[in-house]
């Protein structure tokens, strides 16, 4: 293999990698959980807050499709720049949501995907040579 094949395969394995991690967290959330539920297990702590009602349950949904949508498009390379935009939004969410509740101490799984993400940002998407946009927006 040539090291563009090698480096290509690389970004490939980051991409789909932090697709797959967020995909099937929005997928569990829809699927297993359901917003309602998930926002009675996960959410309604927030309702203590300074946050209004409106802006808890907009983040629950916001969450929730994010990660299974853009999940999904990064697993494909479709949209990739936006996913990723999209994503990081969300993990500073989420961040913000469990600082809020209680001190951060555990960050086991924040760290390991906002590192795949930053990495995804950086890499020059010229580099991300197997995905679903070069075959679409090839020009």
Known sequence: MNDKTSRAAAIL??????GIIFFMQGYGKIFTFG???LYNMFFKDFEKTFLPKWLIWGTAY???????????LLIIG???QWALYLLALDLLIVSFGHGLLEPIWDLSHVIPRAILLIAALIIPK???KWNVDEIIFNK
């Open 126 to 128: 010229e580099w991300d």
């Open 62 to 72: 916001y969450t929730t499709y994010v990660e299974f949508i853009c999940g999904f």
């Open 35 to 37: 917003v309602p539920k």
């Open 13 to 18: 394995f980051i991409r789909a990698l932090l």
């Open 78 to 80: 479709l949209f990739r």
